[in-house]
Structures are given as structure tokens and as C-alpha cells.
């Protein structure tokens, strides 16, 4: 029997179909470091980065925040109420979401090349 048109409503908003999502090696080395340590500043994550992906730059980082922020893996911490002005871009701070601490099992430690998996 199928489900009565509020509930599904509400069945969906609960549970959203799951996207396929490809992340990239400096996507999952941002994953794989906000999973350990729950929040970082963009500027420690910008050198973990570029510690373990030589190859990288500090612009495929920024994008790859941007991409996860949109996809709602990763969120930035709001700046307090004591910081009068915008945070600079190097200070802000981002942390995992909900939905980005289910990839635990999917990122790899050391990440070698792309993954495509469900969020």
C-alpha cells in the first residue's frame, strides 16, 4: 500500500535520495583530515594538503573546498561574535558535517587517485 502524499512528503525530507559523488585526492585528503580532527583552519588544511600531494596547489585546495561546502561534506564555522570584521580567507575554519563523517569508511588513508561513491 502505498504511502499518503504528506508522509511521503516527510519521508523524502528525512531521507533524500542519495547523489554519486566523485572526489578527487586533495578532496579526500581534506575529508580524511577533517574526519580525524573534527574542525581546522583553512591554512592548516591548505599544508596538510600539500604535505602529502606534492603536485597540488594551493588553488585545487580552495576549489575543493568550495566543492565540498556545496555538496554539504564540509561546513565553515560561523566567526564568533567577537570578530568584528570577515575572517580572512586563510583563517577561516571548516568542519565536517554529518553526511561527510559517513565517508569515513569510503576515504582511504593514503589516498592514490579519484573515488566514486554515494553521499
Known amino acids: 500500500m502505498p504511502l499518503p502524499t504528506p508522509l511521503r512528503r516527510l519521508w523524502k525530507r528525512l531521507h533524500p535520495d542519495r547523489i554519486e559523488v566523485d572526489l578527487d585526492v586533495v578532496e579526500q585528503l581534506v575529508l580524511g583530515h577533517l574526519i580525524r580532527s573534527n574542525s581546522a583552519l583553512a591554512q592548516d588544511l591548505r599544508e596538510h594538503v600539500l604535505a602529502f600531494r606534492r603536485t597540488a596547489n594551493e588553488m585545487q585546495v580552495r576549489l575543493s573546498l568550495v566543492r565540498l561546502e556545496s555538496l554539504h561534506l564540509i561546513e565553515r564555522v560561523p566567526d564568533g561574535a567577537e570578530a568584528p570584521e570577515p575572517t580572512a580567507p586563510g583563517r577561516r ?19 592514490r587517485s579519484s573515488i566514486q561513491t554515494h553521499v
Open 93 to 111: 575554519r571548516y568542519r565536517i558535517t554529518r553526511d561527510g563523517k559517513r565517508l569515513k569508511v569510503v576515504i582511504p588513508a593514503q589516498p
